[in-house]
Nanobody, 117 residues
């Protein structure tokens, strides 16, 4: 089983930056991670993902502003969020899967991001 814990959320003004962290239990060398977010009153949406080979993909809404990365020594994933907009507000979740799995089975509790205008 993989456990992930998010941190780094907070309140920031529009145009500002935040870096979210996702600390995983054990080695992450074979783990892929995705970040999801859920705005108040909306459905959860996929934001970005990174594979063990460091292939990355992003939702169009964050492309060019967010960067997902991984540190296999620290067993931690990151989501660097720049040029934040009020519509980026929401609860951000880290989800993990083993590289050969089809779905993200391991979820964190989430961290809240609020972007003020």
């Amino acid at each position: 089983q993989v456990r992930v814990v998010e941190s780094g959320g907070g309140l920031v003004q529009a145009g500002g930056s935040l870096r979210l962290s996702c600390a995983a239990s054990g080695s992450i060398s074979n783990i892929a991670v995705a970040w999801y977010r859920q705005a108040p009153g909306k459905q959860r949406e996929w934001v970005a993902q990174i594979t063990p080979s460091e292939r990355t993909d992003y939702a169009d809404s964050v492309k060019g502003r967010f960067t997902i990365s991984r540190d296999d020594i620290k067993n931690t994933f990151y989501l660097q969020m720049n040029t934040l907009k009020p519509e980026d507000t929401g609860d951000y979740y880290c989800a993990a899967r083993r590289n050969n799995a089809q779905s993200y089975d391991y979820w964190g509790q989430g961290t809240q991001v609020t972007v003020s205008s």
